[in-house]
């Protein structure tokens, strides 16, 4: 079912997947980023407006983007708009198909946003890169989910192949060197899309024109089960699908499988997941 896309990431390094993720998840969490960014503006006794992109640049006079984006991300969080929406069952369907029965995402991510004037930024506007180099593991994927994203804004670039030249070196968040032939691509996808690839793809930001900030959330995910490669044992990682197994781990609380214990016990929640 989900095998072209099993190929294409094995081949190419990547994978994108169309129309994934239904357009009201999407808004709601448009919604939830405006909405956050205009308490904060309330808090701070300043002027709020309509749009999101007037909303974000007066609060970039308040804090820096770094900021912003962490502060936008944990609120995400915390109102469980990842889980719910984002990892719908499709989505989880072909993640099992590449990953197995247990997943786990990362809750550490930091939501991407592109604004035209934060170009020479290098931490947020992107040279070539693996995300091996941050501490991802092999066994782990990206995803990189477009939530403001307009046509001709740009997305990411994208090496072909680049994941089969394993840990390239590097100096200063961009690569010694790269062979010369290469063949990169832009990702073509758009709202309720997502892009997949591996710790190895090499990527870089695309430059938005576009007044309004490009906005997306790279998140990681991995099967806890398969052996750290990287530095993901230094992050916080949570649920997203767990196997009959894991499950059944659960209801049995440890590994002494004590006897009887949730005998007679109205809780129902440790089914769950």
């Known amino acids: 079912m989900f095998s072209n896309i099993y190929e294409q990431l094995l081949s190419k390094g990547y994978a994108a997947v169309i129309d994934c993720i239904e357009e009201s998840a999407i808004f709601e969490i448009q919604k939830s980023i405006n909405s956050n960014l205009i308490n904060y503006l309330i808090l701070n006794k300043k002027n709020q407006y309509k749009t999101f992109q007037e909303n974000f ?43 197995g029965p247990d997943l786990e995402y990362l809750s550490d991510f930091e939501m991407a ?51 089969t030249w394993g840990h390239i070196p590097h100096s200063n968040r961009e690569p010694i060197e790269i062979p010369k032939n290469h063949n990169a691509t832009i990702l073509d996808i758009k709202l309720g899309s997502l892009a ?29 089960y398969y052996p750290n490669t990287g530095n993901m044992d230094l992050f916080n990682f949570r649920k997203i699908k767990m196997s009959y197994f894991s499950r059944f781990r659960k209801i049995l609380g440890n590994n002494q499988y004590s006897p009887f214990r949730i005998l007679g016990q109205d809780r129902k929640d440790f089914y769950k997941k």
């Not at 006079?61 to 929406?85: A, G, M, R, T, W």
């Not at 995300?131 to 991802?136: D, H, L, R, T």
């Not at 994927?141 to 403001?148: A, D, E, Y």
């Open 196 to 224: 997949i690839f591996t710790s190895f793809t090499l990527h870089r930001t695309v430059l938005n024109n576009f007044d309004t900030p490009r906005v997306a959330l790279p998140i990681t995910v991995r099967n806890p």
């Open 57 to 99: 640049h007066a609060c970039k006079n308040l804090l820096s983007q770094h900021e912003i984006q962490v502060f936008l991300s944990k609120k995400l969080l915390i109102d469980d708009l990842i889980d719910k929406i984002i990892f719908n069952n499709k989505v989880k369907d072909i993640l099992s198909f590449l990953l």
């Open 113 to 163: 946003i592109n604004d035209k004037n934060e170009i020479k930024n290098d931490y947020l506007f992107k040279k070539y890169h693996q995300e091996f180099w941050s501490g991802m593991g092999v066994e782990a994927l990206q995803l990189w989910i477009p939530i403001f994203l307009e046509k001709g804004m740009g997305t990411i670039e994208v090496i072909e192949e680049s994941h």
